[in-house]
């Protein structure tokens, strides 16, 4: 079945009985029990600051971490993408007098640098997560390089990135993908996930470490351990193909399309003498109008 674009010129409803328009906030979510794939990267995480041993590695994700080793300086040059490394911990005392904690890294090239925490070093001690600016933790790299590579999973998103987290050609989803490496990411997405699918297409997805909830990409909202396929049997061939591409056409479902394009931001619903009508509209302008639960125009 091939898709075709209908214009949505002079579509007016006559006699409809229109309710108020329905948005994400206004639909109630049942919570589900954790799945495995939402607590499959949950041992990933920052290591605590009580567990650091000296020559732990970072990798600084932008140049404007000079700004947090103020007591120390920067050398000259660019540290994106350099690895530095814990080297210790003492404390000092505050112009205002108080206690705090000076923590010293070293540069590739062995000069020092310090990191100086407003805490005394017995509270840091306690502390679960203790985050440096604009670096990452490569123990969570490592942790997550044993889980992730030369495995094969399904993949959730059609939001395939390149290596500089940049959006590349329209990807597909629900389809198979062997992932090749990982290595850091960037500031906001920790993790990089370089991957293959079947037909030989490569490409880069970003997520965050740890269980499902903890960020809002987690390893469970971009891949699954099995085939997306098996849970949707009743859905025909063509249609899915559609859902994979990440398109539609005309006489999809409700569900069919949500799937394809993931949920509107916003729904407004009525009905006429002749049929119940539902309209989607995406935040990317894409619009979607459904008679009697399959969808009749659209805007894509």
């Known amino acids: 079945m091939t898709a075709s674009l209908l214009p949505l010129q002079g579509c007016f409803f006559t006699g409809v009985e229109s309710t108020p328009r329905i948005t994400g906030k206004d639909v109630k979510r049942e919570v ?7 607590t499959y990267m949950a041992s990933v995480a920052d290591t605590p600051f009580a567990k650091w041993e000296p020559g732990k590695t970072f990798m600084v994700t932008d140049d404007r971490i000079e700004r947090i080793f103020g007591a120390s300086g920067t050398p000259a040059g660019s540290l994106k993408g350099s690895l530095i490394r814990y080297r210790g911990t003492e404390e000092a005392t505050s112009v205002t007098g108080g206690t705090v904690s000076d923590v010293t890294f070293t540069t590739p090239a062995g000069l020092p640098l310090t990191y ?5 070093l017995e509270r840091l001690m306690t502390d679960s997560v203790t985050e440096v600016p604009f670096t990452i933790q490569m123990s969570v790299i490592d942790g997550a ?20 987290d940049e959006p590349i050609w329209k990807g597909r989803k629900f389809i198979p993908v062997r992932i090749d490496s990982v290595s850091p990411g960037n500031a906001l997405f920790p993790i990089k996930v370089a991957f293959t699918d079947h037909d030989g297409h490569s490409a880069r997805v970003f997520i965050h470490p740890g ?7 987690t390893f469970s909202r971009v891949f699954s351990f099995s085939d997306p396929r098996l849970r949707y049997p009743h859905i025909p061939p063509e249609h899915w193909q559609m859902i994979i591409d990440g398109r539609v056409t005309e006489g999809m479902t409700l569900e069919e399309c949500r799937l ?14 002749s049929y ?12 979607l109008l459904f008679e009697d639960g399959l969808l009749k125009r659209y805007r894509h």
């Open 276 to 287: 119940l009508r539902e309209a989607w509209l995406y935040e990317n302008g894409v619009y």
């Open 260 to 273: 394809s394009l993931g949920s509107p931001k916003e729904i407004d619903r009525g009905a006429t003498n």
């Open 145 to 164: 390089r044993r889980l992730l590579e030369g495995k094969e999973f399904y993949i959730l998103t059609s939001l395939w990135r390149n290596d500089d």
């Open 32 to 38: 589900p029990p954790p799945t495995a794939e939402d």
């Open 116 to 120: 100086r925490i407003n805490k005394p």
């Open 211 to 217: 269980a499902k909830g903890e960020a809002p990409r």
